[in-house]
């Protein structure tokens, strides 16, 4: 129990040792707050311009779900495409793979012609960097099913479709939260680096504007914040993945 409860609480420790110490290297060396600021000088600007960070933030929130709403719908698709035909492997992953590989932010500008300043090139960044993890995992986990075990559920009778829908889908469920775990952080960072140059609101937006007027501590709680988004996003998907894949995780309970 003991041992449940420190590994429980161990990442709240970590951060929790490591802003102290952060907090004492900056006042020992008497760090400057427009080079590094300190995590005082940064929760005092969270707590002066909190209303103005939580609307950032929000327009940042809700423009990533949109694009990784988006990347799910589209990564499924293309994940059961592929990983239900040879073919369709074949023909698809490496054109997946090369677009995968183009640098996301070079597109933004691109989105800007297309869709103008605003919230378009936000979700079309956050969309194309977070569905390509989607995709494979849920590819992989309905290519790699047993060969034993299509031959034993052909011999009872299972259809190509029986065993994609019944068997297929269920086991790559494991694969899919995890890479919706990977994919939401990736999202935060497409709409994050979207907003720095295409945007007039949002943390990226803010981390520009307080960048520009050298407010270093505005612009690490801008950072802060969207680190705690993501970690909130990841434990939510990771609460649900407990909840309906139980069963591919007995040997991890048991520790």
Known sequence: MHSKTLERWSPWLLLLGTTVLWQIICSVFEVSEFIFPSPWAIATQLAEFGSVIAGHAWRTLWVTLAGFGLAIVVGVLLGFVIGSSRLAYAALYPLMTAFNALPKA?????????????????ILTAFLISFFPIMVNVATG????????????????????????????????????????????????????????????????????????????????????????????YALFHAIETRTTAWAHRGAQGR
Do not use: C, H
């Open 142 to 233: 309905l290519a790699t099913l047993e060969p034993e075990l299509q031959d034993v559920l052909r011999v009872l009778g299972a259809t190509r479709r029986d065993l994609l829908l019944k068997v297929g889908l269920p086991r790559s469920l494991p694969y899919f939260f995890g890479a919706l775990k990977v994919a939401i952080t990736l999202a935060f960072v497409g709409t994050t680096v979207s907003e720095m140059t295409a945007a007039n609101e949002g943390i990226g937006y803010l981390l520009i504007s307080a960048g520009a007027s050298m407010q270093m501590g505005l612009a690490f709680a801008g950072l802060i914040v969207v680190g705690a988004l993501a970690m909130a996003m």
């Open 106 to 122: 070079a597109l933004v500008p691109i989105f800007v012609v297309w869709f103008g300043i605003g919230a378009g090139p936000a």
